[in-house]
């Protein structure tokens, strides 16, 4: 009956990262049966999403913590991932780039497209250079190919170094 009085922790985590009150997710991620950190309201946003669109690090931090986290999820309204949304932060260049370093961290797919075809690269401002040369190093990583890579390990024709029988 509580829980039709209020907000449920489901819409008490997309509130705390809206509004970047690290302290109040902190308390919700506490009790793991009590939440779903998938959750997207009406128009498809988890709190990921909010955290990245608002530079609530510390929340987004905490999220990321989070084994069944889906850094990748996209909105229902423009398909936009948090790292569509976490490229458009405008408010403090700094935040911006540290929730992307976050998000990169985790694995966030930088190649991932919205409903306009849109990459989070293509979605940088173009005077914030840093941010637009980390997701270029990002994307030139995943074009690698592991054919491309030298082998060093291959040493048995070198007799020069010790063996793993010394």
Do not use: W
């Amino acid at each position: 009956m509580a829980e039709e009085d209020g907000a449920s922790n489901n819409e008490l985590l997309l509130a705390a990262c809206k509004n970047d009150q690290d302290d109040i997710v902190a308390d919700i991620l506490k009790e793991p049966d009590s939440f779903n950190i998938n959750h997207t309201d009406g128009i498809g946003n988890t709190a990921l999403h909010y955290a990245a669109k608002f530079g609530s690090l510390n929340c987004l931090d905490l999220l990321v913590e989070h084994d069944d986290i889906d850094v990748n999820i996209k909105n229902r309204l423009e398909e936009d991932t948090p790292l569509h949304l976490a490229v458009a932060y405008k408010d403090d260049p700094d935040v911006a780039l540290a929730v992307v370093e976050s998000l990169l961290d985790c694995e966030a797919d930088p190649r991932i497209q919205n409903k306009n075809r849109l990459t989070p690269l293509q979605l940088v401002d173009s005077t914030n250079k840093e941010l637009r040369d980390l997701l270029q190093r990002v994307i030139a990583g995943y074009q690698v190919d592991r054919r491309d890579i030298a082998n060093d390990d291959d040493d048995d024709d070198d007799d020069d170094g010790p063996s793993d029988e010394e």
